[in-house]
Every structure is written in structure tokens, then in C-alpha cells.
């Protein structure tokens, strides 16, 4: 039997204020790792369990959706496939990216959760309400979040946090 996970009064009033979860790709949706063919084509894992959190978080009125400081077609094509509410790429300036975003979508910083796994990430995770990272993030990047998932990169970071706010909003 799995062992309940103890959150804090803190980290669930941030869950609560939940109306979107914006997302970095690589080592949060996928392991990080970069496979190339001799052709230059480039491969990625997905875990399913990601992506059957979309729909039931949409139908909970949770805006989703991908700010990734690195460009890929794999990432554009994943991110339609499970109709995501946007997929921004190619992003060196987060912080300015998020914040159009929140305006955009008529959200407040607060009620943002962002899940980032490196460096240029931490302005980001520092500035939402919710600041999450996969267990196999570095050191200096989960101290700055207020939640690190128990699961690694591309196995399932985006289905821990979309559990945690669809069990809160049912408590």
C-alpha cells in the first residue's frame, strides 16, 4: 500500500487557489533526454498518465499548457494531441511570458502553478502561487519550489500535481 503523502497547510491553500498549471517539456513532461537519428530526428517520451490528466483538469476549468525555453515539433504535436490550452516555445524570457499569459487568461499570479526543472526556471516557480519539480531536479531548483513530486521527469510530474488539485477540489 502506498504511504499518503503529507502536504502542507500551505501547499494545499496554494492547491486551492489553482486555475492553471503552466509547464516546462523537457525534464518535467519528458526524462530530459534527447535522442537523435542519423538524420537528425529528433525522439522523446511522454507518459500517459500525463495526458489522461488534461481533460478531467479542462473540465474543471484549469487552463493547461506548455512555456518551454526550447523549441521542438514533437512537443507541438503532444501538446495538440491532448489539447492543451497553448504551447509557447522557443521562450528565453519566462517570467514576461507568464505574466501575458495571466493577463491573457484573466488569472492572477496566484493562481498559477508552474513546474520547471532548471536554473532558468526558478524566476518563475519563485514568482506563481505554486512553484512544483520533479524529484530528479536539482538541488537548487527544488529548494526553491514549495513542492517536489515524488516522481522523476517524464514519469508522471504533471499526474502527481493534476492529482493533488482534482483531490483537493473534491475535498
Same mark, same amino acid.
Given at each position: 500500500?502506498?504511504?499518503?503523502?503529507?502536504?502542507?497547510?500551505? =501547499?494545499?491553500?496554494?492547491?486551492?487557489?489553482?486555475?492553471?498549471? $503552466?509547464?516546462?517539456?523537457?525534464?518535467?513532461?519528458?526524462?530530459?533526454?534527447?535522442?537523435?537519428?542519423?538524420?537528425? =530526428? &529528433?525522439?522523446?517520451?511522454?507518459?500517459?498518465?500525463? #495526458?489522461?490528466?488534461?481533460?478531467?483538469?479542462?473540465?474543471?476549468?484549469?487552463?493547461?499548457?506548455?512555456?518551454?525555453?526550447? &523549441?521542438?515539433?514533437?512537443? =507541438?504535436?503532444? *501538446? #495538440?494531441?491532448?489539447?492543451?490550452?497553448? *504551447?509557447?516555445?522557443?521562450?528565453?524570457?519566462?517570467? /514576461?511570458?507568464?505574466?501575458?499569459?495571466?493577463?491573457?487568461?484573466?488569472?492572477?499570479?496566484? &493562481?498559477?502553478? $508552474?513546474?520547471?526543472?532548471?536554473?532558468?526556471?526558478?524566476?518563475?516557480?519563485?514568482?506563481?502561487?505554486?512553484?512544483?519539480?520533479? #524529484?530528479? +531536479?536539482?538541488?537548487?531548483? %527544488? %529548494?526553491? *519550489?514549495?513542492?517536489? =513530486? %515524488?516522481?522523476?521527469?517524464?514519469?508522471?510530474?504533471?499526474? &502527481?500535481? +493534476?492529482?493533488?488539485?482534482?483531490?483537493?477540489?473534491? /475535498?
Amino acid at each position: 500500500m502506498a504511504q499518503k503523502r503529507k502536504i502542507s497547510g500551505d =501547499t494545499k491553500r496554494r492547491l486551492a487557489d489553482l486555475k492553471a498549471i $503552466f509547464l516546462e517539456a523537457d525534464g518535467v513532461l519528458t526524462n530530459g533526454k534527447l535522442i537523435y537519428d542519423l538524420n537528425g =530526428t &529528433e525522439y522523446k517520451q511522454f507518459h500517459f498518465r500525463d #495526458a489522461a490528466a488534461v481533460s478531467p483538469l479542462q473540465k474543471a476549468g484549469v487552463v493547461i499548457g506548455v512555456v518551454s525555453a526550447r &523549441e521542438s515539433g514533437i512537443v =507541438t504535436r503532444w *501538446c #495538440a494531441d491532448l489539447r492543451m490550452d497553448f *504551447c509557447h516555445q522557443g521562450i528565453l524570457d519566462k517570467v /514576461s511570458t507568464v505574466t501575458k499569459l495571466a493577463a491573457h487568461y484573466r488569472l492572477k499570479l496566484k &493562481e498559477i502553478a $508552474f513546474v520547471g526543472s532548471d536554473f532558468n526556471d526558478i524566476p518563475v516557480l519563485e514568482m506563481v502561487g505554486l512553484g512544483v519539480t520533479a #524529484a530528479d +531536479a536539482p538541488d537548487y531548483v %527544488r %529548494r526553491a *519550489c514549495d513542492l517536489v =513530486t %515524488r516522481a522523476k521527469g517524464g514519469n508522471g510530474v504533471f499526474r &502527481e500535481l +493534476a492529482d493533488l488539485l482534482l483531490q483537493k477540489r473534491n /475535498s
